[in-house]
């Protein structure tokens, strides 16, 4: 596409989609899977031969998903975070993605610091920008990303089984807790409340973590609105019901510091935690235990799978409803 009508197209030295490419998005890559990368009317890519291509798009809208003057480099690692979430979750290996970038008016700064945050990510998970498109229009960022994974492998939804060890990775609540702090104007100097919004504006994709669990798990989802919903959302693909314990949440010190009696709610409802929630038969929690210490990563279990339907949240043993200060979505 062209940037077309803007008013500032014939200005010496203003960027048009041919130098934003260039200068911003065009980088030699390391993958030799990639046949031919950003500059032709498609890419040339050489998928794995005996392994299924994952593939999942995701969106981030300003106005819906992030405010106006959110920082740049927090937004190019999120666009691109939230994908790889999605692949870790099937247990996907990651290697592709395409950007697609909406943009009002090319600036240079912003650019600078969205493809700044972007590549960061994508280097450390050794994934190649392969192509994209770059339009006018309000300002948003569309992520498809694709991975490889053997396909008897891959963790859907729906495997889980009476019976499993319902698990989650990580201290969901965080994000939502360092959201929140945020938009009460709390104070950024903080340590704690700063380690917070990090989880909020750089969510770390379980990536490590999903590939650990190919094998293991029987179910999986990522948890992007929040651990009760997702997981209702796993139990119902699975056609079972579960269990929540709510005092074997993980709840970590500064979302305990932050929010005491409520820490719980937002773990549950709290989202873009970015965490995985899994389920996995008995059998397998010992090997899980070894693969977590050796990738390392941090694994709580949390619920039991059960016959029937519908998610039952525990409290000292008795089923309870969902704990003053959850979150709802809007
Ligand atoms: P076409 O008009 O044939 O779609 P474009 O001129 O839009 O081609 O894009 C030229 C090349 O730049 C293509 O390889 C495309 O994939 C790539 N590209 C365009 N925008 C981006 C972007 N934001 N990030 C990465 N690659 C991009
Ligand atoms: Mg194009």
Same mark, same amino acid.
């Not at 360092?178 to 990536?207: I, M, N, S, T």
């Not at 293991?216 to 139990?235: P, Y």
């Not at 409520?262 to 929630?277: I, Q, S, V």
């Given at each position: 596409?062209r940037?077309?009508?803007?008013a500032?197209?014939?200005r010496?030295?203003?960027?048009?989609?041919?130098?934003?490419?260039?200068?911003?998005f @065009?980088?030699?890559?390391?993958?030799?899977?990639?046949?031919?990368?950003i500059?032709d009317?498609a890419a040339?890519?050489?998928?794995?031969?005996?392994?299924?291509?994952?593939v999942a798009?995701?969106t /981030?809208?300003?106005?819906t998903?992030?405010?106006?003057g +959110?920082?740049?480099?927090a937004l190019?690692?999120?666009?691109?975070?939230?994908n790889?979430?999605?692949l870790?979750?099937?247990?996907?290996?990651?290697?592709?993605?395409?950007?697609?970038?909406?943009?009002p008016?090319?600036?240079p700064?912003?650019?600078?610091?969205?493809a700044?945050?972007f590549f960061?990510?994508?280097d @450390?998970?050794?994934?190649?920008l392969?192509?994209g498109?770059?339009?006018?229009?309000p300002?948003?960022?569309t992520?498809?990303?694709?991975?490889f994974?053997p396909?008897?492998?891959?963790c859907?939804?729906?495997?889980?089984?009476?019976?499993?060890?319902?698990w989650?990775?990580?201290?969901?609540?965080?994000?939502?807790?360092?959201?929140?702090?945020?938009?009460d104007?709390?104070?950024?100097?903080d340590?704690?409340?700063?380690?917070?919004?990090?989880?909020?504006?750089?969510?770390?994709p @379980?990536?490590?973590?999903?590939?650990?669990?190919?094998?293991?798990a029987?179910a999986?989802?990522d948890?992007s609105?929040?651990?009760?919903?997702? /997981?209702?959302?796993l /139990?119902v693909?699975s056609g079972?019901?579960?269990?929540l314990?709510v005092?074997?949440l993980?709840?970590?010190?500064?979302?305990?510091?932050?929010a005491?009696?409520?820490?719980?709610?937002?773990?549950l +409802?709290?989202?873009d935690?970015?965490?995985?929630?899994?389920t996995?038969?008995?059998?397998?929690?010992g090997?899980?235990?070894?693969?977590?210490r050796?990738?390392d990563f941090p694994v709580?279990?949390?619920?039991?799978?059960t016959?029937?339907?519908?998610? +039952?949240?525990l @409290?000292a043993?008795?089923p309870?409803?969902?704990?003053?200060?959850s979150?709802?979505?809007?």
């Amino acid at each position: 596409m062209r940037l077309d009508g803007s008013a500032d197209a014939g200005r010496p030295g203003a960027l048009d989609e041919a130098a934003i490419i260039e200068r911003f998005f @065009r980088r030699p890559s390391a993958r030799d899977d990639v046949l031919l990368g950003i500059g032709d009317d498609a890419a040339l890519l050489a998928p794995p031969a005996g392994q299924a291509l994952a593939v999942a798009v995701d969106t /981030l809208v300003e106005g819906t998903h992030f405010h106006l003057g +959110t920082d740049p480099r927090a937004l190019g690692h999120r666009v691109l975070a939230v994908n790889l979430s999605d692949l870790a979750a099937m247990g996907a290996e990651p290697a592709w993605c395409l950007l697609s970038l909406s943009l009002p008016r090319p600036d240079p700064a912003w650019l600078a610091g969205f493809a700044d945050g972007f590549f960061a990510l994508a280097d @450390r998970h050794g994934v190649a920008l392969v192509g994209g498109d770059t339009v006018r229009g309000p300002l948003a960022a569309t992520v498809t990303v694709h991975g490889f994974v053997p396909a008897a492998q891959a963790c859907r939804r729906s495997g889980a089984r009476p019976g499993d060890g319902i698990w989650v990775t990580g201290t969901p609540g965080d994000a939502v807790a360092g959201r929140l702090a945020q938009a009460d104007g709390a104070d950024a100097g903080d340590p704690a409340l700063a380690a917070l919004l990090a989880r909020f504006l750089y969510p770390e994709p @379980r990536v490590a973590a999903g590939l650990a669990l190919r094998g293991l798990a029987s179910a999986m989802i990522d948890v992007s609105d929040g651990l009760h919903q997702d /997981l209702a959302r796993l /139990l119902v693909a699975s056609g079972a019901g579960g269990e929540l314990v709510v005092e074997a949440l993980p709840l970590s010190a500064a979302l305990t510091a932050r929010a005491g009696g409520e820490a719980a709610a937002l773990a549950l +409802t709290g989202g873009d935690d970015y965490e995985l929630c899994f389920t996995l038969p008995e059998h397998h929690a010992g090997q899980l235990v070894e693969r977590a210490r050796a990738w390392d990563f941090p694994v709580t279990r949390i619920g039991t799978v059960t016959a029937g339907s519908g998610l +039952t949240l525990l @409290r000292a043993g008795q089923p309870c409803a969902l704990p003053p200060g959850s979150y709802r979505h809007f």
